[in-house]
């Protein structure tokens, strides 16, 4: 019977054998994954095969344990080369792989740098947009400032400010929509200038544009947000005249001069005497009975106007004695329509790359 020590010796021995033979056909399947690879998802899913934590060769470097502290060290080296040749068969199949998919890209997907560019089209302003910046220009040139004011309004400066009484219809609630704290969204932008003639002494000019909101439907001509302009002049001796005179210019800048003018007698609670401002239509020149822009009239209103209530001046602290001014305003939807023949309101909130191509 052989000693104990030889017959240790001879189990340790074919442990070693045993792992590696595991070892080569652990490498040689590994290897055989790498090779069979035909493309970079493809090497992808081998590379947790052959070189993963579960991976068998991952497995054998587990079974160390089993060894005698003295063969481990030999053992591991062993199973760490194999598992470089393994990791080195990877990279270079990949490597491989990603050459031949570069090489096909070439190949199907070549530029000819010899062609013209392709330009991308230049967008433009929007129509709302160029028909405010042209009113913004015409009253800037006459010598006008533009005012600015919050969204989010008083009703004082809503309304009372501007001699609305609280039982004026103006104020019903299907017109204004009304916030918490006593808050409301502006109607018009005539809050603007109440704030600049509290904080300004006349002289004064302004014109002050900007979104306001009605509680409205939407159809063709109307909508629940819009934006309005509105002016305001304040000076000594300020007459109907010249807001006539002041008005015709402007709708001969921004409409042409062949087209004819007149003021209306109409009633607004911040002006005495007011009028409404009509444009000649600029479709039929009529009146034409068969006309549907101006409804066979031959008149297409564009803008309210009048000189401002003493009222106006006195809950501001200015003295009517003193000073007089007039006051108007405009939808800027309204003139954009009549400018260009817009139809529809909606047009301008619907975004169609259709329709606002035209403006660019």
Same mark, same amino acid.
């Given at each position: 019977m052989l000693p104990r020590a030889a017959l240790i010796h001879i189990v340790i021995i074919m442990a070693l054998e045993e792992l590696a033979e595991e070892l080569k056909q652990a490498e040689r399947?590994?290897? %055989?994954?790498?090779? %069979?690879a035909a493309g970079i998802a493809a090497i992808e899913r081998a590379r947790p095969v052959a070189m993963g934590k579960n991976s068998a060769m991952r497995g054998l470097l587990k079974r160390l344990g089993g060894l005698p502290a003295a063969e481990r060290p030999q053992a591991g080296q062993i199973i760490n080369q194999a598992q470089a040749r393994v990791e080195s068969a990877f990279e270079a199949k990949l %490597?491989?792989?990603?050459?031949?998919?570069m090489a096909r890209q070439i190949e199907t997907q070549s530029v000819d740098v010899t062609l013209p560019g392709t330009h991308a089209k230049? #967008? #433009?302003?929007?129509?709302?947009?160029?028909?405010l910046i042209e009113i913004e220009r015409i009253f800037t040139s006459m010598g006008y400032e533009i005012a600015s004011g919050p969204d989010v309004e008083t009703e004082h400066n809503n309304f009372d400010a501007?001699?609305?009484?609280?039982d004026h219809p103006a104020r019903d609630m299907h017109d204004?929509?009304?916030?918490? #704290?006593g808050r409301i969204l502006r109607t018009h932008t005539s809050p603007v200038q109440i704030r600049h003639m509290l904080a300004h002494k006349p002289p004064l000019a302004i014109i002050a544009p900007g979104r306001v909101y009605r509680v409205d439907d939407i159809d063709a001509t109307h909508s629940p947000v819009f934006l309005q302009v509105e002016g305001l002049l304040i000076d000594r001796g300020v007459s109907m005249a010249q807001l006539k005179g002041t008005l015709t210019e402007f709708l001969h800048a921004i409409f042409g001069k062949e087209l004819a003018t007149r003021f209306r007698a109409s009633y607004f609670p911040f002006t005495e005497p007011s009028a409404e401002v009509d444009v000649q239509c600029f479709v039929c020149r009529g009146p034409d009975p068969d006309c549907r822009i101006c409804k066979g009239t031959g008149w297409l209103e564009v803008l309210g106007s009048g000189l401002v209530h003493p009222d106006v001046l006195r809950n501001v602290g200015i003295d009517p004695r003193e000073f007089s001014g007039f006051a108007f305003g405009m939808g800027v939807e309204r003139i954009t329509m009549l400018r260009y023949g817009i139809p529809s309101i909606r047009l301008f909130y619907e975004n169609d790359i259709r329709f606002l191509r035209q403006f660019a």
């Open positions: 399947a590994a290897l %055989a994954t790498i090779a %069979a %490597a491989e792989l990603r050459e031949a998919e230049p #967008g #433009g302003l929007h129509p709302l947009t160029l028909t501007l001699n609305i009484k609280p204004t929509f009304y916030l918490d #704290g």
